[in-house]
């Protein structure tokens, strides 16, 4: 069975940073697709970026900025988030989701099977 773990959400000020991470466990195989996405109040969940577990290739979701960095470390099964330069429109649950099918998703959360309950990020001015 997939479990998703996130961590590392918080309260920050506009201009910091966070570091979310993502645990994962019952991924057997090397292949398939890791994501992170996010969630505001009222708003849509929204894809922030992608990593094939394969090739460790990463791509983001257009409406996102450099400010956001999806790496992996495979020893420790953990996903991360790497956000800089936070802004208060950055405030939402930030979620991990797994696709263990090895075709290319899309970034959106229909092609997703798997996801953690999500870590709080709150960013005021």
């Known amino acids: 069975q997939i479990h998703l773990v996130e961590s590392g959400g918080g309260s920050v000020q506009a201009g910091g940073s966070l570091r979310l991470s993502c645990v994962a466990s019952?991924?057997?195989?090397?292949?398939?697709?890791m994501g992170w996405f996010r969630q505001a109040p009222g708003k849509e969940r929204e894809g922030v970026g992608i990593?094939?577990?394969?090739?460790?290739?990463?791509t983001y979701a257009n409406s996102v900025t450099g400010r956001f960095t999806i790496s992996r470390d495979n020893v420790k099964n953990t996903l991360y988030l790497q956000i800089n330069t936070l802004k208060p429109e950055d405030s939402a649950m930030y979620y991990c989701?797994?696709?263990?099918?090895?075709?290319?998703?899309?970034?959106?959360?229909?092609?997703?099977?798997?996801w953690g309950l999500g870590t709080q990020v709150t960013v005021s001015s």
């Open positions: 989701a797994a696709r263990t099918e090895w075709s290319r998703p899309r970034i959106v959360a229909a092609d997703f099977d798997y």
């Open positions: 019952g991924l057997t195989y090397s292949g398939g697709w």
């Open positions: 990593v094939d577990r394969l090739t460790d290739a990463t």
